[in-house]
């Protein structure tokens, strides 16, 4: 940290030799600005414990359906091979 601090200062005082302190003032204040827009954005867009507990909970309610639905179509299934085979007997 104390070599970045360092660095700014030096970068500093070099813009304002050339370009002047009001410029070079302006220049530091839109990079600031700029990075802690971008820092703020990239905030927003990370997942929180609470959106990965969100997440497994719906994972756990699909996974349940998904069970319930396989069950019924299986049911099914054994219910028409049943019947085919019924039919197929009684000829």
Do not use: H, P, Q
């Amino acid at each position: 940290m104390y070599l970045e601090a360092k660095e700014t200062a030096r970068l500093y005082k070099l813009l304002t030799e050339k370009l002047g302190s009001d410029t070079t003032e302006a220049m530091f204040k839109y990079i600031d600005n700029k990075t802690e827009r971008s820092v703020e954005a990239t905030i927003k867009t990370l997942a929180t414990k609470d959106d990965i507990a969100n997440v497994r909970k719906e994972m756990g309610d699909n996974k349940t359906e998904t069970i319930k639905w396989m069950f019924i179509f299986w049911v099914g299934n054994i219910g028409a091979t049943l019947a085919m085979m019924l039919l197929l007997v009684k000829k």
